[in-house]
């Protein structure tokens, strides 16, 4: 990968890669087709990170559906798509990590205390080993598009970063690659973190500014009858994640919740 994307650099094309840990949906294919406009060669990696998962995660059990993959990269256009293996990306001596200051601390962070830093480090090796100019991430994973956007700046990594719209099912459940382990039961339910999201949307631009009254309201809807238990709800400033004591005109909607086994996370912004 290294050697191709030098050989392509040379000859001056501009390089757009998307990382995905595989088990590709509709919403991978948007930021496929999204970084096939922006330049003239397309990586898509596929390579489920192991550092980011905690113990007791899903590493193990993480969908891992190549065959199918590969036709989707194809048909959204990729020349490449760079699957290396978790040997490669973490030889045994491997020891070095990226950390970064409370951003990466709080929300999924407080949850899950190394999966950023695994998301950073790996992304950072993506970006070493394909050299693009610009990478896609979805916007469903908020905080990982807001952190990645930070360490590009703080490390000078002239890395554009582009975020791709969450692609939803019809009911408004949004595209994510663990809706796989949901019963046909749970599956029934699971629109209702967007149904809350969108909720609160409508309740900012009618005027309500207290944040905690709707994360009140939307806990109770989100857990009757449904099986989920949410683990937060949050206000925050879209560009620095910092909590919103009273709401402003410009705020992110962030909630995490369990349903089952399975963590599900979603999110809405407000302008
Ligand atoms: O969003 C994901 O699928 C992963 O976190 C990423 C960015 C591919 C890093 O492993």
């Known amino acids: 990968m290294q050697v191709l994307a030098r ?18 949906h509709n919403g991978h294919l948007s930021l496929i087709k999204r970084a096939r406009r922006v330049a003239d060669k397309l990586v898509v990696s596929i390579f489920v990170n192991p ?22 990269c194809l048909a ?6 760079f699957c290396p293996t978790p040997e490669t990306m973490y030889p045994p001596a491997f020891g070095t990590w990226i950390e970064m200051d409370e951003l990466t601390s709080k929300l999924e962070g407080a949850a899950r205390p190394t999966h950023l830093r695994g998301v950073c480090t790996v992304v950072l090796k993506l970006f070493n080993i394909v050299t693009p100019d610009v990478a896609v991430f979805g916007q469903k994973d908020f905080q990982q598009g807001v952190v990645i956007k930070r360490m590009a ?3 000078n990594l002239g890395v554009k970063i582009i975020i791709g719209a969450t692609v939803r099912e019809p009911d408004g459940l949004a595209l994510s690659s663990r809706n ?3 019963t046909t039961v749970q599956r029934q339910t699971a629109d209702v973190l967007y ?26 809807v989100i857990e009757l009858d449904s099986g989920f238990k949410v683990e937060y709800i949050e206000f925050a400033d879209p560009w620095t994640l910092k909590r919103q004591k009273v709401i402003e005109p410009q705020t992110v909607v962030l909630i995490a919740a369990q349903l089952g086994r399975t963590r ?8």
């Open 7 to 24: 050989r392509w650099r040379r000859k001056g094309y501009t390089i757009a890669l998307v990382p995905t840990m595989g088990a590709l």
């Open 51 to 72: 550092t980011q998962f905690g113990p007791r995660e899903d590493y193990s059990r993480y969908p891992r559906t190549f065959a199918a993959d590969k036709n989707k």
């Open 76 to 81: 959204g256009g990729a020349d490449v798509i």
């Open 153 to 155: 700046a703080d490390l």
């Open 180 to 182: 796989a382990y949901l």
């Open 195 to 220: 149904r809350t999201l969108t909720w609160a949307k409508e309740q900012i631009i009618a005027g309500k500014n207290r944040p905690a009254a709707l994360v009140r309201h939307m806990t109770e």
């Open 264 to 271: 599900f996370i979603d999110n809405i912004i407000v302008k």
